[in-house]
């Protein structure tokens, strides 16, 4: 049986844990080399030396070392930006700071890795770039995540631009807007909660089927739209999310 992405090269964002981790496993899985990257190195430790994954550092927010690391990687067939900080508060408690990290890790770092990933895909004539969005975004409002949804929101909007800009020259661009997932990002804010216990019973709440989405879950979207079988999909933000949009 043919692997889906056989012969690709895939960098992935955030794949020391959660959804990249779970991503970076499924798409190696399928025959792709992948570049599998954190700015935690310590989370990369494990992944060093398994078929079809090479595991290297990367800070999302230092674009020399973007530049850097795609300059070694060489051209990169699909592009998982999945790095991203969940800021809580409402406008009135999002300080100057919490705002701008926000934005320069949610939205600026994936405006860069494009920028850097997109003369090699252009040269090929094809590429696929997806972005982690959620759908705390411009899809819904949500209670205490200002910051949070503003950025993601924007993902959406520059999905969309990558999309309509290269739509004819090979390039895809498409969006991921999970639910409430269960990842140790979750789960920090649960142990943070005055109420940790109620704190997860509300997320739980949150989706009408009743439960969190595993990473498991969300990882068959990314290496549907990673691979040939999304050809004809670009500039779409897809909801995974147990169905709180409904």
Not at 45 to 54: E, K, M, N, Q, T
Not at 107 to 120: D, E, K, N, Q
Not at 214 to 237: H, K, R, W, Y
Request: charged residues 15%.
């Amino acid at each position: 049986m043919t692997q889906r992405l056989a012969g690709k090269t895939v960098l992935v964002t955030a794949a020391g844990q959660g959804i990249g981790r779970a991503s970076a496993l499924a798409m190696a899985a399928e025959g792709a080399l992948v570049w599998a990257t954190d700015r935690d190195e310590g989370l990369l430790a494990d992944l060093h030396g398994r078929p079809g994954l090479c595991a290297a550092r990367l800070d999302v927010t230092d674009p020399a070392a973007i530049e850097a690391l795609v300059a070694r990687i060489g051209t990169v067939d699909v592009l998982f930006n999945c790095a991203g900080h969940v800021h809580t508060g409402t406008v009135l408690e999002v300080g100057a700071d919490d705002w701008a990290f926000s934005w320069e890790l949610n939205v600026a770092s994936m405006y860069r890795l494009a920028r850097a990933v997109l003369p090699g895909m252009l040269a090929a004539g094809r590429g696929s770039i997806v972005n982690m969005s959620s759908m705390a975004s411009s899809i819904k409002g949500f209670p205490n995540r200002c910051a949070y949804g503003t950025t993601k929101a924007a993902v959406i909007g520059l999905t969309k631009s990558i999309a309509a800009d290269f739509v004819k020259q090979g390039i895809r661009c498409n969006a991921v807007c999970p639910g409430t997932v269960d990842t140790p990002s979750l789960r920090g804010r649960i142990a943070a909660a005055a109420d940790p216990v109620q704190a997860e019973k509300d997320f739980v709440a949150r989706q009408p089927m009743g439960r969190l989405a595993s990473v498991n879950d969300i990882a068959p979207l990314v290496l549907f739209l990673a691979s040939d079988e999304s050809a004809f999909v670009t500039g779409c933000a897809y909801s995974v999310d147990g169905g709180v949009t409904i």
